[in-house]
């Protein structure tokens, strides 16, 4: 579905990503690993076309780049890690901007397709009750099952994470990543996503990128890529034994 | 609170039954009061193309006041629905001509155009109008351009404090251009508090035809100035071409506010009062909020000029001084308001 092919991404004097080259067919998971700086949310940002960048990002073999912003987003969704929401939208209708790129005019926003994918989108974020409510007012578990509700709604065939549970609760974190898995179980569709907690990456992915230093030191199947030796290289430390010691808390 | 997407048509008889009675309000009130009954008689004359009876009543009406407010009303709604949609592009409520240094800068164009007497070859009427244009949509490329330079998240703080200060240094640069063709241009208060005095009916309809382009362009972009409400990065995630709006709207909205500063010089924040009040009432939705503004927009500034011609009366207060007082505190409010929040 993805082909990334030969990507830099570069930031003045600053190379943030480097020859980087994967590719994400249907039912994956992709999980972009490596330590702060590796240049995984920079790669994200490029297949998202909010980073500048050379190289070639083709979905189903058409480039990215020369795609037009509401034919793109109807292929590829993003759901970020933080949201600043300054006026007070409701639920709603910041779910309702999701139907954008299905939807075109001032008035022709009626149709039953768009209302039965808001509806559904609230429901299985759990945000229907609160759907009148105004956005200033929720928490930041709330907002950011909205932003999840947004994505959902605009239904795109991949899925753009970007640590989307880093300052949620645990109960977030699993409900979002659970209702993740679910989503993707639909045929023709991929997620790709930067996971800083590696228990998550192994949990929920099928596949992985390792990035150091903005270049990947390797990438395949998840099992083969997160072993202990490309891990310990990476982040220049024991990683299984400190996750061990993490969890032998809990004995 | 359920809100619906668009305004009933309800909504729209009202607000233009308060937009035709603050227009009467206005025609009747001032330095010499006419009765509502004698203007009747004058618009029915008008109408039925009866010579107008004599005194002073007809010609104060029709050659004086009834252009005066017409402007007045256009320029409101010009203004208020060009702050509203600058405030959703940039998800900034302080944003406003005259808070980001835009209309500042459309009064250099104009002055500029006056004192060195530059006209357009195929537009020799207009070349005050163009020269004004064109000075605030570099303004507001000049702003925007050096706040994504110091801060690219174009915070709230960044970009105001870049305006104002832009703002005092083309005022500066305009304060000299005057002092040396003193003879050829207006008054440097016109300039800096605006006024609408002495306006005639060719000017309201410069300000008919630009207000009625311009507010068709940003209502049909209500939807894509949602988005960048919520964010830019967000608008482009959902699919908005977020360059072409962008460029737009700052288009857009830099024809409207050069059309009003030539016509009625530099009249500040009502396009920081009256989105934030309609904000406050009808929520941020834009398909809702921009319709709204225009007539929020040209009751308000009627109001404001009928307080600046009867306060006083008969000496005339500039409009911007009643719109600024009004402005500044509001600016305060919402400032207060959105520190708070964080």
Known sequence: MLEVNNLRVQYDDFIAVDSVSFSVEEGQWLMLVGPNGAGKSTVLNAVAQTAPYTGEILFDGKNLKTMRPDQRATQIGVLSQNHFVEYSFTVEEIVRLGRYSHTRGFFSEKGTDNEEAIEQALEKTGMTEQRNQSVLTLSGGELQRTFLAQVLAQNPKILLLDEPTNHLDLIYQKQTFSLIREWLHVPGRAVVSVVHDLSLAKLYGTHAILLDHGKAVSSGILSEILTPENLNEVYKMDVGAWMKTLLSTWD | ?342
């Not at chain 2, 609170?1 to 233009?16: A, D, G, P, V």
């Not at chain 2, 702003?143 to 330079?149: A, E, F, H, Q, R």
């Open chain 2, 1 to 342: 609170m359920q809100r619906k997407e668009h305004l009933s048509f309800l909504t729209y008889l009202l607000l233009t039954a308060a937009l035709i009675a603050t227009v009467c309000l206005c025609v009747c009130l001032g330095s010499v009061n006419i009765p509502l009954a004698e203007i009747g008689r004058i618009i029915r004359n008008v109408l039925s193309r009866t010579p107008q009876e004599s005194g002073v009543g007809a010609s104060i009406i029709l050659s004086v006041r009834l252009p005066r407010v017409l402007c007045v009303a256009l320029t409101g709604a010009s203004l208020s629905v060009a702050g509203a949609a600058m405030q959703g592009l940039l998800r900034n409520p302080l944003a406003d001509g005259s808070t980001l240094g835009v209309s500042t800068g459309a009064s250099l164009g104009a002055v500029i155009s006056i004192a060195f007497g530059i006209t357009f070859p195929f537009l020799p009427f207009a070349g005050t109008m163009v020269m004004a244009i064109l000075f605030a949509f570099l303004s507001l490329l000049f702003i925007l351009g050096l706040t994504y330079k110091l801060d690219s998240s174009l915070s709230t703080n960044t970009i105001i404090l870049n305006g104002v200060i832009f703002a005092m240094f083309i005022s500066s640069i305009m304060n000299i251009i005057i002092t040396f063709a003193a003879d050829r241009v207006q008054h440097i208060t016109f300039w800096t508090m605006g006024s609408l005095q002495g306006s005639d009916y060719l000017d309201a309809a410069v300000l008919a035809v630009a207000l009625a382009a311009g507010s068709l362009i940003l209502i049909s972009n209500a939807r894509e100035l949602n988005a960048f409400a919520v964010g830019e990065e967000n608008a482009s995630h959902i699919g908005v071409n977020v360059k072409r709006v962008k460029l737009t709207v700052l288009i857009t909205v830099s024809v409207l506010i050069g059309v009003c500063v030539s016509i009625g010089g530099t009249i500040g924040f009502v396009g920081l009062v009256t989105p934030h009040m309609v904000r406050m009432v009808a929520g941020p939705n834009h398909k809702r909020l921009l319709p709204l503004s225009l007539f929020a927009g040209a009751i308000f500034l009627m109001l404001a000029d009928l307080v600046a011609r009867i306060l006083l009366n008969p000496r005339e207060l500039p409009i911007g001084v009643v719109t600024s007082i009004v402005g500044a505190i509001v600016f305060v409010v919402i400032f207060y308001r959105s520190r708070k929040r964080r």
